[in-house]
């Protein structure tokens, strides 16, 4: 699921907790939004580590790139 929904259905959940004095639905309300926030932490990572390796292939492809230029 969408973090973003995830959290939203979490935020939905607590509230209905909240209102009807339902604990366990409170308390699952709350753990899907810190779901939701542990997603978006682990998302933004695997960009950055994306990131990261699209840098290291282009500097190494520069690399390889220059290399057969001085052997022509």
Same mark, same amino acid.
């Given at each position: 699921?969408?973090?973003k929904?995830?959290d939203? @259905?979490?935020?939905?959940?607590?509230?209905?907790?909240t209102i009807?004095?339902?604990?366990a639905l409170?308390?699952? +309300? @709350? @753990?899907?939004?810190?779901s939701?926030? @542990?997603?978006e932490v682990?998302n933004a990572a695997?960009?950055?580590?994306?990131?990261?390796v699209?840098?290291?292939?282009?500097a190494a492809e +520069?690399a390889?790139?220059?290399a057969?230029?001085?052997?022509?």
């Amino acid at each position: 699921m969408d973090p973003k929904l995830e959290d939203a @259905a979490g935020r939905v959940k607590e509230a209905a907790g909240t209102i009807t004095g339902n604990d366990a639905l409170k308390a699952e +309300g @709350a @753990a899907d939004q810190a779901s939701a926030q @542990a997603h978006e932490v682990i998302n933004a990572a695997a960009d950055k580590a994306k990131s990261v390796v699209e840098g290291v292939t282009n500097a190494a492809e +520069g690399a390889i790139d220059a290399a057969r230029d001085k052997l022509s």
